[in-house]
């Protein structure tokens, strides 16, 4: 069962890197990857946030669902650089 799983979301996975998708599509997206919680949906958001705008606001949202101690540094670098914007108010 558990093999069945890999295999499908390296499919979903492999899929996602081929495809262009609409911005609404990858939000979608994000939100299917924050139900599966998976180490390779964990990974995809982290680049999404690259991104910028609504969908780096999407994958950050989706990543901090993520019950994952090591996501915990990457908000923490997040917050730290919107600091600066926030001291501008």
């Not at 939100?31 to 999404?48: A, P, V, W």
């Not at 990543?63 to 926030?86: G, R, T």
């Amino acid at each position: 069962m558990s093999e069945e799983k890999n295999f499908l979301q390296s499919i979903k996975l492999e899929i996602s890197r081929n495809l262009k998708l609409n911005p609404y599509e990858r939000v979608a997206f994000h939100n299917i990857l924050g139900l599966l919680k998976s180490e390779q949906g964990k990974n995809l958001l982290i680049k999404e946030i690259e991104k910028g705008g609504d969908i780096a606001s999407s994958a950050i949202r989706v990543l901090a669902e993520f019950d994952d101690p090591s996501v915990i540094p990457l908000m923490l670098e997040l917050m730290a650089k919107n600091l600066p914007a926030w001291k501008k108010r």
